[in-house]
């Protein structure tokens, strides 16, 4: 296995002058005729935070603004980097949109200028996580779309990565890591989400299929998908799943410890019933190690959103420590050493 970085921050410049950018991460990658595409999200942050105020960005009115929130106040819980928490309402500390990038070798890649920014009233704390599906000759890109209103799962359609529509919300409230399937499976559309957790739930990732590919329904658990090698305190479906025919659609996806670090793992899905689980990782299969894995704004993180599978080859693009992107070169063959049989 080899890992590189490839993208850092440094390489582009803010959307506007009161903002920094503190994170590119978290790309959605797919191969459109001679090139790779790839979605980045971008985070950024008021420039001029002081020492006793923390301005909080929000998308308003086709620009971002800012929520002032005084640092002495104790009603506030400033311990994580990435949410101001209060008993009433929550902030994000940073505010993302997405940019396109192109590349020929899948490791430099050059941005083209074209942006995805917040819109509508439920992204007003941006928008965040892409993943792209390519069906017959359009290219459907989930998202997580973040607002007062909660995290909720919506799609965006385009035929060229220059021009998109918005189609809205397509799971139930309060969810993310929306992966659409690339094909129809017995004539139904199919996908993974990750609901919030009630009282009673856990974190796992879900099951859910229909027939146009905005109306979803059958939602079901894969259980058997947790880890129990360990303590993970919740999964999420990572990259679009691709399909070795014979074999089945292998899920590159993520798990995360009760200290918010992530890693990797792969499951392997019955090629004509997504809802079995056949194989699943006996260990993680990518962990943070390299120093720009293990630090950054929030350390210890590797998260993928995508991958490209060719010739036995799967590059999976990755944000590092939610500050950079990189990119890990495996085979098929380490994929499936590291799954075992589901008892």
Known sequence: MKKQQIITKEMLQPSQ??????????????????????????????????????????????????????????????????????????????????????????????????????????????????????????????????????????????????????????????????????????????????????????????????????HWGDHQVLTKARPTYQNSTRIGAGAVPFLIKGLGWIVIYHAANETHEYHLLAMLLDEFDPSRVLKISSKPLLIASEPFELRGFFNHVIFTCGLTYLHDEVNIYYGAADESIGLAKLTIEQILANLESVK
Request: hydrophobic share 35%; proline share 4%.
């Open 17 to 214: 002058d009161d903002l920094k950018i503190v994170g590119v991460f978290n790309p959605a990658v797919i191969q459109k005729d001679d090139e790779i595409i790839m979605l980045v999200r971008v985070s950024e942050a008021a420039k001029n935070n002081t020492h006793n105020v923390f301005l909080v960005p929000v998308y308003k009115n086709e620009t971002v603004s800012f929520v002032k929130i005084n640092k002495n106040d104790s009603n506030y819980d400033f311990s994580d980097s990435r949410v101001i928490r209060n008993h009433s309402q929550n902030y994000l500390t940073s505010i993302s949109h997405f940019r396109v990038a192109r590349s020929k070798d899948g490791v430099h890649f050059q941005f083209d200028g074209t942006k995805i920014f917040p819109e509508t009233e439920y992204e007003t704390y941006g928008i965040e996580d892409p993943r792209i599906t390519k069906i017959d000759d359009k290219y459907y890109i989930t998202y997580s779309a973040i607002s007062d209103y909660g995290i909720n799962v919506s799609l965006i359609e385009t035929n060229d990565f220059k021009t998109f529509t918005r189609k809205g919300i397509i799971f139930p409230f309060d969810n993310k890591d929306g992966v659409i399937f690339p094909k129809q499976i017995n004539g139904k559309y199919y996908a993974l989400h990750r609901p919030s957790k009630s009282d009673f739930a856990k974190l796992d990732i879900w099951l859910a299929s229909s027939p146009d590919l905005l």
